[in-house]
């Protein structure tokens, strides 16, 4: 349903009640129920239980109460009413009645329409209470001579529309029980359209009542809706402010990473330049040794030794002159008496020729 039918549903709603509230004021018919005292009503010598006095009691044990019976001053003879003034009705009693006993009795009838007014009239031989669906109405126990009077009470307040229930409880001393009775019952009725649209009235009040349920029921969902649409709405805005927060920092490290490969390539290049100058350097070095070594190479001195068989000059390495001048050293020391003279001699030509044995 639209918003816009809902009002609309609200006038015609408001247009019925008008009319059921209207209408029956024009066609409203007052009826009087009387209920007295005769066979219909249901009679017990005992109960069972407390609530036999409620409508909701089940009363389909008991029997009929005995009816017809002309009482004291209150009897009726034929219409011609006696001073106790309950009207032209007949005593009723239980079955079998006996003396100091209790008696029960139930009336159950309809009120057909809106409640106006009731009362109720009685009287007992010797003592009642009465009750009108459930609450006590009144008493005659403190009374002398019960059943010569009788006692008239307004009962409208306790009746309703609909089914309701007069009990009464009797009580005699002496001799048999029994009460007299009489009700009327004031009550409007209506033409049965009137109440057909009071049904409808109540029916439609009924959806309507529904569908305002319903609506509250959508409108509270709606905002639960509305609600979780804002968390989530948060949430974006959060997700949104982290994804920022980590696409700028991931642009910072992309930055850094870059920074750093370049330092890398530097550093790579003056590693590479570094060992190449090192390379450069050592080759440098051995070329310069090298030639060094060449050059003392060629500069190292030959040694002339001259064997005493020959006078040929022969010419020796450095090497085999240590090795010959050793020897010879030898045979100076063993055969020569002049060792020393020959060893100095031999001392400054080895100094001479770059000899390591003659330090």
């Known amino acids: ?18 009319l059921c509230l209207l209408l029956p004021l024009a066609c409203a018919e007052d009826k009087m129920l009387t209920i007295k005292s005769d066979s219909s009503w249901k009679a017990s010598k005992s109960v069972s239980g407390v609530d036999w006095m409620q409508p909701s009691f089940d009363d389909s044990s008991w029997g009929s109460s005995t009816a017809n019976w002309n009482h004291g001053p209150c009897s009726i003879n034929c219409g011609k009413v ?12 239980t079955a079998n009645s ?32 009465l009750y009108v669906n459930g609450e006590r109405i009144g008493t005659s126990e403190a009374k002398s001579v019960a059943y010569a009077r009788s006692d008239s009470y307004d009962i409208t307040s306790f009746l309703h529309t609909g089914n309701n229930v007069i009990a009464i409880k ?19 009725t209506s033409d049965p359209l009137i109440g057909q649209l009071q ?123 240590d090795k010959r001048q050793e020897k010879r050293l030898e045979e100076v020391e063993v055969h020569s008496p002049q060792k020393n003279v020959r060893y100095d001699t031999l001392q400054e030509e080895g100094r001479s020729s770059g000899s390591k044995l003659f330090p």
């Open 98 to 129: 006996c003396e100091n006993c209790f008696g029960y009795f139930r009336k159950a009838f309809d009120v057909g329409g809106e409640l106006v007014s009731g009362t109720i009239t009685i009287s007992a031989d010797d003592y009642y209470w």
């Open 170 to 188: 009797v009580e005699n001393k002496k001799d048999f029980e029994g009460v007299v009775v009489r009700s009327e019952v004031k009550y409007k």
């Open 82 to 93: 006696m001073s106790c003034a309950v009207g032209c009705n007949e005593w009723m009693w």
């Open 1 to 18: 349903m639209s918003k816009r039918e809902v009002p609309d549903m609200k006038r015609f709603l408001l247009g019925l009640v008008v």
């Open 199 to 321: 049904a409808q009235v109540v029916a439609l009040q009924s959806q309507m009542d529904k569908l305002t349920g319903d609506k509250t029921r959508l409108e509270g969902q709606v905002d639960s809706l509305q609600s979780q649409n804002n968390e989530l709405n948060s949430a974006k805005e959060q997700l949104a402010s982290q994804v920022s927060a980590l696409t700028l920092e991931s642009s910072n490290l992309k930055t850094e990473l870059e920074q750093t490969q370049s330092d890398l390539g530097r550093y790579k290049m003056f590693v590479v330049a570094l060992i190449l100058a090192a390379f450069v350097l050592l080759v440098g070095l051995f070329l310069c040794l090298h030639y060094i070594y060449e050059k003392s190479k060629k500069r190292q001195p030959t040694i002339s030794v001259t064997p005493k068989s020959s006078t040929k000059e022969v010419v020796r390495k450095p090497a085999e002159i």
